[in-house]
Nanobody, 113 residues
Framework: QVQLVESGGGLVQAGGSLRLSCTASGRTFSGYDMEWHRQAPGKEREFVARITWSGGSTYADSVKGRFTISRHNAKNTVYLQMNSLKPGDTAIYYC???????WGPGTQVPVSS
């Protein structure tokens, strides 16, 4: 059974930065792609970023140039560095392992104007 736990969320002012972490249980973290998604109040959950097992990354247009996804395989952890945050980035941020459709419980990121 795979468990994902996000951390690092919290209130931040517009223009600020925050780094989210997602730590996974299990022995084969390094062999899997990982993703971040988010869900804003009253909206559907949306894709934010993906990092492949080999380190390649893709981003939603809305965060390209501001967010960076990375991973530390020895720590079973994937990160989301978020810079130049906007009130429109306010959401619950979720970590996901696409293989097996595993999700974390999410971490809240409110961005104040």
């Amino acid at each position: 059974q795979v468990q994902l736990v996000e951390s690092g969320g919290g209130l931040v002012q517009a223009g600020g930065s925050l780094r989210l972490s997602c730590t996974a249980s299990g022995r084969t973290f390094s062999g899997y792609d990982m993703e971040w998604h988010r869900q804003a109040p009253g909206k559907e959950r949306e894709f934010v970023a993906r990092i492949t097992w080999s380190g390649g990354s893709t981003y939603a247009d809305s965060v390209k140039g501001r967010f960076t996804i990375s991973r530390h395989n020895a720590k079973n952890t994937v990160y989301l560095q978020m810079n130049s945050l906007k009130p429109g980035d306010t959401a619950i941020y979720y970590c996901k392992r696409p293989a097996g459709q595993y999700w974390g419980p999410g971490t809240q990121v409110p961005v104040s104007s």
